[in-house]
């Protein structure tokens, strides 16, 4: 296997790697004195670092080769997921405000303020299995993708090599070092995937005739709103389905809110969120277009443009059409999706286990121990990542971005739930929220695991019956309104039929129990400027949904 890069191209990709580093060793020389410094870079972040960070965070490889291969596959439905900018400003003007007035580390640590030690130690080693099995070894398996394609240099060489140059920063520098570098990142990304973007419509005669030559073939590839009863993406799952996977992720992921934690308070804080916001509208352009194009090449032109699979549409595009230097740009940028992503997630778990399950055993540790404990945390959750890959494929029928979007839709119902009754209903009570995490729970390891077990009937169409097949084959994202249904009227039972909370121990954590001067304080953080951002982004997304009707 021979690698795509010529001599200018390594230079390029040289220059970036030296000026990471930089940034890293910076990072690093500021020193962490506490776990405050370690894992939220001491609360002193601004609006653009954070709203960078939020998008390198989420934006990782696997939206670079799993959204690009998506939009190969089946153009354009996936992208209700990418609008769900207008959700991060649900984090910014809903959630954000009770969670830094809790003044908790983790989202863990927030469910033990507002209900108990059971939600904390629930939330706290089900984000850690989440973590594994979506965002680490999805992440990983995407950077292998990358690597390989562009170094010319076998899958785990690449998958394992990008680990441990991106583990050494985050272990040593902390979220300084993860925030900080994924701002250089974002930057990188966006600039490499433009050019992709550009010369690709170059390439296949515009915008107009990109859309004839695809419709011709593919008649509802630019269609988002797909029927009811499409087996993959219907539209009442991606837009109600998607929106509840959408809170969890946005609003009560410790891997996104991190980032805002950071700020000093609430007005930064959510400033940052509306930047990300912004930004997150930007992978329809630089990363589903991407994909539909490669596939109106392949149209246009097989002999010169050809994908094996889906997943590959993106490594094609930069074999083919980036001249040589840009090529290195866009490794660049590549690599820097697959590292932020991973950094990311990196910290996030060792902060949740440190904070919420270390400290908790053992509360007498000094703070230095705690660090080093945190650092160890991330090791293991690397190795049951990489382990996890070959489990993949018997998931999502093996295209990546839809594998992740499957994994979500079980996880976040429950979640949701809990987040946003308790926040927005003070009656709800520690019961109520442990059952309903617990019911989710078992309805997700049945989900999942019906549907790795009738996968090959799944595949080749071979006809079953049962409960359970049937269980197994309903829609990902209606599987996600069942459940989150489910969720909500659980929550709302138990609650109902046990004893209130103690309001007073839950003061200004739900909106039932906001003070007076929390009520002033909350009016006192935001301006003019910042709603009207915020009702210019939903028309944006609005307009968007309603271009791409096919």
């Known amino acids: 296997m021979e690698s795509v890069l010529e001599r200018p191209d390594w230079i390029v990709l040289g220059i970036y790697f030296l000026a990471l580093i930089g940034v890293a060793v910076w990072v690093v020389s500021q020193k962490n004195k506490n776990t405050e410094d370690y894992f939220l870079a001491g609360r002193n972040v601004g609006w653009f670092v954070i709203g960078a960070s939020i998008f390198a965070s989420n934006i990782g490889s696997e939206h670079v080769v799993g959204l690009a291969g998506t939009g ?48 904390r130690w629930f939330l706290s080693i089900f984000s850690l299995v989440a973590y594994v099995l979506t965002k680490v070894s999805v992440t990983i398996y995407a950077g292998g993708i990358v690597v390989s394609e562009l170094l010319g240099i076998p899958f785990w060489y690449g998958a394992i090599g990008v680990v441990i140059f991106t583990g050494i920063y985050t272990v040593i520098g902390g979220m300084k070092a993860v925030i900080y570098t994924e701002t250089l990142q974002t930057v990188i990304l966006i600039m490499g995937s433009l050019i992709i973007t550009y010369l690709g ?13 695809v419709t011709s073939v593919s008649p509802d590839h630019f269609n988002m709103w797909r029927p009811m009863s499409d087996p993959d993406f219907p539209w009442t ?94 490794a660049g940028g590549l690599m820097a999706a697959l590292m932020s992503s991973l950094a990311s997630v990196f910290n996030s778990c060792s902060t949740i286990f440190t904070i919420d399950i270390y400290k908790k055993l053992r509360p007498e540790k000094s703070e230095r121990e705690l660090l080093t404990i945190g650092k160890i945390a991330t090791g293991i959750i690397v190795v049951l990542g990489i382990i996890w890959i070959p489990i993949m ?54 989900r999942l695991g019906s549907e ?46 046990t004893s209130p909370p103690n309001y007073a121990t839950i003061k200004g954590l739900s909106f ?39």
Not at 78 to 97: N, R
Not at 404 to 429: D, E
Not at 524 to 529: F, G
Request: glycine share 8%; charged share 10%; aromatic share 14%.
């Open 72 to 119: 190969f596959e089946s153009g354009t439905p996936m992208a209700h997921y990418e609008l769900h900018a207008w959700i991060v400003l649900l984090l910014g003007w809903l959630f954000l405000p009770f969670y830094i007035r809790s003044g908790a580390f983790t989202m863990p640590e927030f469910l033990e303020k507002r209900f108990d030690s059971k939600s």
């Open 452 to 497: 790795i077990y009738y996968q090959p009937q799944i595949t080749t169409g071979t006809e079953a019956s049962g409960f359970m097949f049937q269980f197994a084959t309903v829609n990902f994202a209606h599987m996600a309104i069942f459940m989150f249904i489910f969720s909500v009227a659980l929550c709302i039972a138990v609650t109902l039929a």
């Open 201 to 213: 419509l170059q390439e296949v005669g515009g915008w107009n005739q990109l859309h004839e030559t």
């Open 237 to 330: 799952g991606l837009l109600f389905g998607g929106t509840i996977v959408g809170i969890w992720y946005w609003c009560t992921d410790q891997y996104i809110v991190q980032r805002t934690l950071a700020a000093n308070n609430i007005k930064i804080g959510r400033r940052g969120a509306i930047f990300g916001a912004y930004l997150k509208l930007m992978p329809i352009l630089i990363f589903l277009i991407p994909g539909i194009i490669a596939f109106a090449l392949t149209i246009q032109n097989p002999e010169v443009f050809s994908v094996e699979r889906a997943d590959r549409a993106f490594p094609m595009l930069v074999k083919t059409l980036l001249p040589v230097g840009l090529k290195g740009l866009v």
């Open 512 to 550: 039932g129990t906001l003070s007076p001067e929390d009520r002033v304080n909350s009016k006192d953080s935001y301006s003019t400027v910042d709603i009207i951002l915020s009702v210019l982004l939903v028309i944006i997304v609005i307009a968007i949904l309603s271009y791409f009707t096919g």
């Open 393 to 446: 494929d018997k998931i999502g029928g093996g295209v990546m971005y839809q594998y992740l979007q499957n994994v979500q839709s079980y996880i976040a119902p429950p979640v949701t739930t809990v987040f946003l009754l308790g926040i927005i209903w003070k009656r709800v009570n520690s019961k109520a929220a442990i059952t309903t995490l617990f019911a989710g729970l078992i309805l997700l390891i049945l």
